[in-house]
């Protein structure tokens, strides 16, 4: 795969996943 | 009065509303549209479009729901009883898709069954197309009824029937939270057993490279907002409907947030799997990935099955492949009926048996028009027409509303008021301003396309017959609901503050 490939791949998921987990973190964080 | 119904859990809820947004589209739409605007680049309009229009319109939904505890005409008509028909017309969109869509999971349902056997042999186009859909020549030839797809849908039908009658938390969030991890796992595993075969990095490759020149071309940012507004169930009843179930004190803006990421990030990986299989068929059958690319009904139920012929253990890829397609389906369509079945409960005060059973009845009656051999041209135009003009006309009036005509801050502000973190102004500017402006673009362009060309070749009899009779009657119907007296206590409390008038 090319390196632009995988940065653009990497942006997709890292952008979506690592939002829903920040967010799970912020859910959890706030039931304490 | 009855108290109304809750979930069970902040779980249950978000797996529900998931369960809503990822549908059939996440699989077969979202990725041959990025390979086809751009590829890699696409992901920046797209996730640009996420966060400016997907983010905002969900906590607006969440948020009306949620502040007026009730499906979708009830909480217009709370706003001002003059607003009620736009609930009603929402309603009415849902219900057009409600018919059609569970054709199309009676279509998985049955291709489920025939991964298990190989059924659609060596020609899956022939065997599609002919054998199992009995195609006739044109949209007014509608041919005679497929037992087996009606069998199918049937089964569909009595699935959401089984879940909606069983109420918000022993059958709506029990059937999401049974579904949704299974369809994570299922595509998972199909994803991390593909990504192996050989030419699939070449697949996903093609995907994700990026053609940023394509950024400069208006239609890919019209696209990339246009694939955000269908892909999240919103503007048309149904996130209102499941936030009208949410406890008073409930989280909006994380939950809002939670759904569109995860949403969006099953859409990447739906991505790499097809493409790792269009990538794999690509290189057995030697030619270029262009030749085996699409998207929609072909894609899923013709070239994945041919691909699946040349896989090792094509029962398991093609079992786990539609087993996901009629996970992500059903939790969609029950999310769709859900949001009808509220509206009637809501407006006429019956119960959810009867009309949970009234309505799937009435349902399974209307859908076996998509199980004729004529069906699948049907299908398409009235897929088309809610799609293009049903489910963009009624976000864009709803969106209007909200932003135009009452004090969106104070939907802001009830947002915050429940929430773990508070969103800024960034939010009404979103929905104002850019939400409304793309949408009406979109509407504008539509309506233009299909005034001036004749969608799909159809002849002006079938789009007349299928697609615009359709809209109107959508319309039509919303008013006349409207204009009909309710329960007693229906929506009688009117909240003056967001209309600016306290």
Request: charged share 10%; proline share 3%; with cysteine.
């Amino acid at each position: 795969m090319s390196a632009s490939a995988i940065i653009m791949m990497c942006v997709g998921f890292g952008i979506t996943w690592g939002g829903a987990a920040l967010c799970l973190r912020i859910a959890l964080g706030a039931r304490g | 009065m009855t108290q109304r119904e809750q979930w069970g859990s902040r779980l249950g809820f978000i797996l529900a509303a998931v369960g809503s947004a990822i549908g059939l589209g996440n699989i077969w739409r979202f990725p041959y549209m990025a390979y086809e605007n751009g590829g890699g680049a696409f992901l920046i309009p797209y996730l640009f479009a996420m966060l400016t229009a997907g983010i905002p319109f969900m906590i607006l939904e969440f948020t009306l729901g949620h502040r007026f505890r009730g499906s979708a005409p009830k909480a217009l008509a709370s706003i001002g009883r003059r607003w009620e028909w736009l609930g009603w017309i929402q309603v009415m969109v849902a219900t057009t898709i409600a018919v059609y869509y569970v054709a199309v999971v009676g279509w998985t349902i049955s291709y489920t069954g025939f991964a298990l056997s190989g059924a659609w042999g060596e020609d899956p186009k022939a065997f599609f197309f002919g054998e199992f859909l009995g195609l006739t020549s044109g949209a007014l030839e509608l041919g005679s009824l497929r037992p087996t797809i009606l069998g199918a849908v049937a089964l569909a039908w009595a699935v959401t029937w089984l879940a909606c009658v069983s109420g918000v938390r022993a059958g709506i969030e029990r059937a999401g939270k049974v579904l949704m991890p299974v369809l994570f796992l299922l595509v998972l595993v199909f994803t991390l057993r593909v990504v192996w075969l050989d030419g699939a990095a070449q697949g996903v490759n093609w995907l994700f490279t990026p053609d940023f020149s394509r950024l400069t071309d208006y239609r890919v940012w019209v696209a990339a907002y246009g694939q955000i507004f269908f892909t999240l169930s919103v503007g048309f009843a149904i996130m209102i409907a499941y936030s009208s179930y949410l406890p008073a004190r409930s989280d909006i803006n994380n939950n809002a947030f939670m759904t569109v990421f995860i949403n969006c990030g099953f859409s990447m990986l739906a991505g790499v799997m097809i493409f790792s299989v269009l990538g794999y068929m690509a290189a057995r059958q030697g030619v270029p990935l262009s030749e085996v690319a699409g998207g929609g009904v072909g894609l899923a139920f013709v070239t994945i099955p041919t691909a699946i012929n040349l896989m090792p253990m094509p029962v398991f890829f093609g079992t786990l492949f539609f087993l996901s397609l009629t996970m992500a389906g059903m939790s969609s369509h029950i999310s769709i009926v859900e949001a009808c079945i509220s509206a009637f409960m809501d407006k006429f005060g019956w119960s959810r048996k009867t009309t949970a059973t009234s309505l799937c009845l009435a349902g399974f009656v209307i859908s076996s028009v998509f199980c004729l051999g004529g069906g699948l041209y049907v299908l398409d135009i009235v897929d088309h027409f809610a799609n293009n003009l049903g489910i963009l006309g009624v976000a864009l009036a709803e969106i209007f509303l909200l932003s135009w005509l009452c004090r969106l801050e104070v939907v802001r502000e009830h947002a915050n008021s429940v929430s773990e973190f508070a969103v800024g102004a960034w939010w009404t500017i979103c929905l104002r301003y850019l939400s409304v402006g793309i949408l009406a673009l979109l509407v504008v362009l539509n309506l233009y396309g299909d005034l001036t060309a004749p969608y799909g070749g159809y002849g002006s009899t079938e789009l007349l017959a299928y697609g615009w009779t359709v809209i109107a009657a959508c319309v039509l119907l919303g008013l006349a609901l409207r204009a009909t007296s309710g329960r007693p206590g229906f929506a009688v409390k009117h909240d003056a503050s967001l209309r600016g008038e306290s």
